[in-house]
């Protein structure tokens, strides 16, 4: 629950910094979480937003070099 909680207080000062509130909330997942990897569908579960959302702000932090997309073989 404190996770949560510092994903969101993240993600307001990413919001802050310029970033769109998802992308916000998304950097923030990615920061404060256990997990070293996430995956599209966990991202979108995780933060329930929608995959059409999900998926302009992933591409855009991409391009923004704030975030790296990798495949996984299998």
């Known amino acids: ?15 802050q ?3 769109q509130p998802i992308a916000g909330r998304i950097l923030g997942l990615l920061l404060v979480m256990d997990k070293e990897l ?3 569908d966990e991202i ?3 933060l329930k937003i929608s995959k059409s959302s999900a ?3 992933l591409r855009n932090l991409q391009i923004r070099g704030s975030i790296e997309y990798i495949t996984l073989p299998g």
């Open 55 to 57: 998926s302009i702000v």
């Open 17 to 19: 910094e310029g970033h």
């Open 38 to 40: 996430y995956t599209f």
């Open 1 to 15: 629950m404190q996770q949560r909680m510092l994903v969101e207080e993240v993600g307001r000062y990413f919001d």
């Open 44 to 46: 979108i579960e995780e």
